[in-house]
């Protein structure tokens, strides 16, 4: 399968002009564009290179955008889905930045800013819900979310978790291959 580059920048454009409440909100719109639209991945897939997006430095977003363009294309397929993705906000806060005295002051700008806030909740909601779908797959890996929950509530430090979560996840990989040999 052969993508378009054209192709794969339109539709990164438009994930990027919907694209309210930063990275976390990615994974609907994405599955949605390569999963359901076009059948190029399958949910797991967007799953796993949004994770792998979230393990490097950087933006969310762009990462993740980054590695489902290098899948489609390679390092050309990657660059063009970036720039796709980066297009629409760049424009918008050029935009914007000439009128903000005036958008600051406006009560309808306030209201529409209202509205998208509550779309941003619904978005993540979504994204936990796609996440969740993929990554709670067993007992042993509901148990691991749970303490991570917990951990969180208690204020454990996230560095903390993150490592104990990996850690918890490995020694299940590694216990599940040895029953199985």
Same mark, same amino acid.
């Given at each position: 399968?052969?993508?378009?580059?054209?192709?794969?920048?339109? *539709?990164? !454009?438009?994930?990027?002009?919907?694209?309210? #409440?930063? +990275?976390?909100?990615?994974?609907?719109?994405?599955? =949605?564009?390569?999963?359901?639209?076009? =059948?190029?991945?399958?949910?797991?897939?967007? !799953?796993?290179?949004?994770?792998? #997006?979230?393990?490097?430095?950087? %933006? %969310?977003?762009? =990462?993740?955008?980054?590695?489902?363009?290098?899948?489609?294309? +390679?390092?050309?397929?990657?660059?063009?889905?970036?720039?796709?993705?980066?297009?629409?906000?760049?424009?918008?806060?050029?935009?914007?930045?000439?009128?903000?005295?005036?958008?600051?002051?406006?009560? %309808?700008?306030?209201?529409?800013?209202? +509205?998208? =806030? %509550?779309?941003?909740?619904?978005?993540?909601?979504?994204? !936990?819900?796609?996440?969740? #779908?993929?990554?709670? !797959?067993?007992?042993?890996?509901?148990?691991?979310?749970?303490?991570?929950? *917990?951990?969180?509530?208690?204020?454990?430090?996230?560095?903390?978790?993150?490592?104990?979560?990996?850690?918890?996840?490995?020694?299940?990989?590694?216990?599940?291959?040895?029953?199985?040999?």
């Amino acid at each position: 399968m052969k993508v378009r580059l054209t192709e794969l920048f339109i *539709i990164c !454009v438009k994930i990027g002009a919907l694209l309210l #409440g930063g +990275g976390y909100v990615i994974v609907p719109l994405l599955i =949605n564009e390569f999963c359901e639209k076009r =059948n190029w991945f399958t949910k797991e897939e967007v !799953v796993d290179f949004y994770a792998m #997006g979230q393990c490097v430095p950087g %933006i %969310i977003a762009p =990462n993740t955008i980054m590695f489902l363009g290098y899948r489609l294309r +390679g390092k050309t397929g990657a660059m063009c889905a970036l720039l796709g993705l980066t297009l629409a906000p760049f424009v918008s806060i050029l935009l914007l930045a000439s009128f903000l005295g005036i958008i600051a002051k406006s009560v %309808i700008m306030n209201d529409i800013f209202w +509205g998208v =806030n %509550i779309s941003i909740i619904i978005l993540i909601f979504l994204t !936990v819900k796609e996440v969740w #779908g993929v990554s709670i !797959v067993d007992r042993a890996t509901f148990l691991i979310f749970l303490f991570a929950f *917990i951990s969180c509530v208690m204020g454990v430090s996230p560095v903390i978790i993150i490592i104990l979560s990996a850690l918890f996840g490995t020694f299940r990989v590694l216990y599940t291959r040895r029953i199985k040999e």
